[in-house]
């Protein structure tokens, strides 16, 4: 099994108006010059994917571009579904990452698991890199039930052809979300382990899949969670718009 390259995405959630793409600019001319070992995405809103895409520029060969993503996509590819878009839309933007199961749209829209996993089907099929989310509520943790949840999320919304190559796992807990509280390292720890062990019972390349911890990364304490074992990476919202707090994040996984 190859190692697992770092992996840290920014999810600009619903920021960013066409201004802030010389942000995303500085970011990729950075990551162009100084060659992390960790690869970057950036998921800004829909409508700045294409020119973002077309901003950050690059070859997808090119190990050190920043690629960009989607924050959702629709299950289908086409059709009367006024307002989404389609895997093959953000595909055909310049995307190659999409977020999937974000804990904000389980909440605000609604979405289940089988849902979750019928986008993550539609990303495979669109040739994207599905990031799938899952995380466990502040009272699911205090009613001691964290491992039980995320191993419930995990075995409903992972499609039956999710792999290394096509299927990122983010542990967000929704409490560290915006918060600026995070779990503590063992904490992260413990599921992270119990993640791991959910996909190489699952997935004959369970231990190829990156995992990535988010809620609450920030320069301050990107490099003791990205420290910890089984984090390939980081799935960071608010640090991840501006390059000053961004690129500590990015160095904290080199
Ligand atoms: P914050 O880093 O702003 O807490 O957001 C985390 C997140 O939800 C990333 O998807």
């Not at 419930?152 to 409490?175: C, F, H, K, M």
């Not at 918060?179 to 190829?208: K, N, S």
Request: with cysteine; glycine share 10%.
């Amino acid at each position: 099994m190859a190692a697992r390259r770092p992996l840290i995405v920014g999810n600009w959630k619903m920021n960013g108006l066409k201004a802030s793409l010389a942000e995303a600019k500085a970011m990729a001319d950075r990551a162009a010059s100084e060659k992390p070992k960790a690869e970057l995405g950036l998921c800004p809103p829909a409508t700045l994917v294409a020119a973002m895409a077309k901003a950050l520029g690059g070859s997808p060969a090119d190990p050190h571009r920043i690629g960009v993503g989607g924050q959702d996509c629709h299950a289908r590819s086409s059709g009367a579904h006024t307002g989404d878009i389609s895997a093959e839309m953000l595909k055909d933007a310049g995307a190659t990452y999409v977020i999937v199961g974000h804990s904000e749209r389980r909440a605000d829209h609604g979405e289940t698991d089988a849902v979750v996993r019928a986008k993550a089907q539609a990303a495979h099929r669109a040739g994207l890199i599905a990031i799938i989310c899952v995380g466990e509520t502040l009272a699911q943790r205090d009613a001691g039930e964290t491992l039980k949840v995320i191993n419930g999320q995990l075995r409903a919304s992972l499609p039956d052809d999710a792999a290394a190559a096509n299927t990122v796992i983010a542990y967000e807990p929704v409490w560290a979300i915006g918060t600026g509280r995070t779990p503590t390292p063992a904490q992260v720890a413990e599921v992270h382990a119990a993640i791991r062990q959910d996909l190489m019972a699952r997935f004959d390349d369970g231990a190829g899949f990156r995992l990535l911890y988010g809620g609450s990364v920030k320069p301050d304490n990107a490099r003791q969670l990205m420290a910890v074992a089984d984090v390939d990476g980081a799935l960071v919202g608010g640090a991840s718009l501006k390059i000053n707090d961004f690129w500590p994040i990015v160095e904290a996984k080199n």
